[in-house]
């Protein structure tokens, strides 16, 4: 079923790239800094890989699926992700970067309360979805004839 959006968000590839980027860049480079053997590294990688691998799904799916949904479906796959990466940290008994700048290390489960920013940005775009909508539905005439 094809949906098409003529109100709330729209697709945007920099929005994507944006999310995915921002969501996995620290997971990116926490395990090349010292202490990090190669397990870490490729789980580190894998994780990064999966959010990166969902941008051009979602670009690709963007005639089936409303803006607000593949944001969402991005926002879910960064999440597990994240989860996966701090899990496989805690248990290897990694460190990982925990602030930018300047760079701290901290334990995984320490770090975990930055998962809540996956929800928050959940809500924020479907209050903006929302608000959207609703300023495109003030602002059409109407026609009665």
Do not use: Y
């Not at 968000?9 to 480079?29: E, F, P, T, V």
């Not at 799916?61 to 796959?77: F, Q, T």
């Not at 929302?130 to 300023?135: E, G, I, L, P």
Request: charged share 5%.
């Amino acid at each position: 079923m094809k949906t098409t959006q003529h109100n709330g968000l729209s697709w945007n590839l920099g929005g994507l790239l944006g999310i995915s980027i921002g969501c996995s860049a620290w997971m990116a480079s926490t395990p090349f800094w010292p202490g990090w053997h190669i397990m870490g590294v490729s789980v580190a990688l894998l994780c990064v890989g999966v959010i990166l691998i969902m941008v051009p799904l979602l670009w690709r799916m963007r005639s089936e699926i409303g803006a607000l949904a593949g944001i969402n479906i991005l926002l879910a796959v960064t999440f597990v992700s994240n989860s996966i990466f701090l899990v496989g940290a805690h248990f290897m008994g990694f460190a990982v970067l925990s602030s930018w700048p300047p760079p701290r290390f901290a334990s995984a489960l320490e770090s975990s309360w930055g998962l809540l920013l996956f929800p928050a940005l959940g809500l924020l775009f479907w209050f903006l979805d929302h608000h959207t909508k609703n300023k495109s539905e003030q602002a059409a005439p109407c026609n009665t004839h």
